[in-house]
């Protein structure tokens, strides 16, 4: 028997997780590791920029602004880890982008980051977003 391909977010539970108190820093609110969605929420935070070498990022702002620089270069990148510490080679991490442009989205807001593109956010205040990972095509 083939593992689900399908799951169904429904309104309640989306809204269960957005009541919930908001927390200074960053924190996925909802994440299954069998799906390519998540919640994000950003409080006050300014993340770390980084490139997925695999899968680009959907982003939808629910809520609150906030400020994304896109593209240019990372400056004295770094490989992320993995739970045990290895060099995950497909995830590049720095704490700054040089020659980006910057926006800010705000409720509805869509935001496409294709893979290889340098991406960071940030917020003052709060921010939650939707996430949705997806593959590079042959990735």
Same mark, same amino acid.
């Given at each position: 028997?083939?593992?689900?391909?399908?799951?169904?977010?429904?309104? !309640? @539970?989306?809204?269960?997780?957005?009541?919930?108190?908001? !927390?200074? /820093?960053? +924190?996925? $609110?909802?994440?299954?590791?069998?799906?390519?969605? /998540?919640?994000? !929420?950003?409080k006050d935070v300014?993340? &770390?920029a980084e490139v997925h %070498?695999? #899968?680009?990022?959907?982003?939808?702002?629910? =809520?609150? #602004?906030?400020?994304?620089?896109?593209?240019? =270069?990372?400056? &004295?990148?770094?490989?992320? %880890?993995?739970? &045990? /510490?290895?060099?995950? $080679?497909? @995830? $590049?991490?720095? %704490? #700054?982008?040089?020659?980006?442009? !910057?926006?800010?989205?705000?409720?509805?807001?869509?935001?496409?980051?294709?893979?290889? #593109?340098?991406?960071?956010?940030?917020?003052? /205040?709060?921010? +939650?977003?939707?996430?949705?990972?997806?593959?590079?095509?042959?990735?």
């Amino acid at each position: 028997m083939s593992a689900q391909k399908f799951y169904l977010f429904k309104k !309640e @539970e989306v809204d269960k997780v957005l009541a919930m108190a908001p !927390e200074i /820093g960053k +924190r996925m $609110l909802f994440k299954s590791s069998d799906n390519p969605v /998540g919640i994000l !929420e950003d409080k006050d935070v300014v993340n &770390d920029a980084e490139v997925h %070498k695999t #899968e680009g990022d959907l982003w939808l702002c629910l =809520e609150g #602004e906030v400020t994304f620089i896109c593209g240019g =270069e990372l400056v &004295d990148p770094w490989f992320s %880890k993995d739970k &045990d /510490g290895k060099d995950k $080679l497909n @995830e $590049l991490k720095a %704490k #700054e982008i040089k020659g980006g442009t !910057e926006m800010t989205l705000k409720p509805g807001d869509w935001l496409w980051i294709p893979a290889g #593109e340098p991406h960071q956010h940030k917020c003052s /205040g709060l921010s +939650r977003l939707v996430i949705i990972k997806i593959p590079a095509k042959g990735g």
